[in-house]
């Protein structure tokens, strides 16, 4: 069964770090760029970064730049998300997901799997 | 940045309503559209992707259209598991693939 699974969430307090980790299984992860997503309680979904298939190119929302950092190791099928100096707006669930291509145009498609999801919260 | 508008945010419908949702991109994106429904304490699953195309599994009430700016989702006969928040999500300027803000369906 292609799926991801995520662990690492819990409570941290303002300017904590926590280490997210996604779990791929069922699929040629080291094929596949990686996505983060998160949602604040109550909120819409906001797009926070993302790691190429072979880790050399990464991208981060402005809003986490210089404070989270996306990695992967396809020897374990891994990915994960180093978040840093946490504040009260980085509450939220976070989503790994898995972006399919398009196989004769090589555009990107849609999120086509994504993980259940792990709350982090920041509260002192 | 591409800007994602979606209308309208909330939704009262009936069961075997026929539902309309649009997703308004701030700049032209050809086809590059994902539609996503979302179900409380779940993650998003993909329901359309290049606009009209059919995600495998999806029942075929829902469909797709649009393209440059102005994208629909419809749903043809609103059913009782389709009570949900819907996304649209574009992948035409990489990174970042944003997402519009949501349409909130509830029972009327």
């Known amino acids: 069964e292609v799926q991801l699974v995520e662990s690492g969430g819990g409570l941290v307090q303002p300017g904590g770090s926590l280490r997210l980790s996604c779990a791929a299984s069922g699929f040629t992860f080291s094929s596949y760029a990686m996505h983060w997503v998160r949602q604040a309680p109550g909120k819409g979904l906001e797009y926070v970064s993302a790691?190429?298939?072979?880790?050399?190119?990464?991208y981060y929302a402005n809003s986490v730049k210089g404070r989270f950092t996306i990695s992967r190791d396809n020897s374990k099928n891994t990915l994960y998300l180093q978040m840093g100096s946490l504040r009260a707006e980085d509450m939220a669930v976070y989503y790994c997901?898995?972006?399919?291509?398009?196989?004769?145009?090589?555009?990107?498609?849609?999120?086509?799997?994504w993980g259940q999801g792990t709350m982090v919260t920041v509260s002192s | 940045d591409i800007q994602l508008t979606q209308s309208p945010s909330f939704l009262s419908a009936s069961v075997g309503d026929r539902v309309t949702i649009t997703c308004r991109a701030s700049q032209g994106i050809s086809s590059y559209l994902a539609w996503y429904q979302q179900k409380p304490g779940k993650a998003p699953k993909l329901l359309i992707y290049?606009?009209?195309t059919l995600q495998s599994g999806v029942p075929s009430r829902f469909s797709g259209s649009g393209s440059g700016t102005e994208f629909t989702l419809t749903i043809s006969s609103l059913q009782p598991e389709d009570f949900a928040t819907y996304y649209c999500q574009q992948l035409n300027s990489y990174p970042p693939l944003t997402f519009g803000g949501g349409t909130k369906v509830e029972i009327k």
């Open positions: 790691i190429s298939s072979n880790g050399g190119s990464t």
């Open positions: 997901a898995r972006l399919t291509y398009d196989i004769l145009t090589g555009y990107p498609d849609a999120f086509d799997i």
């Open positions: 290049a606009a009209s």
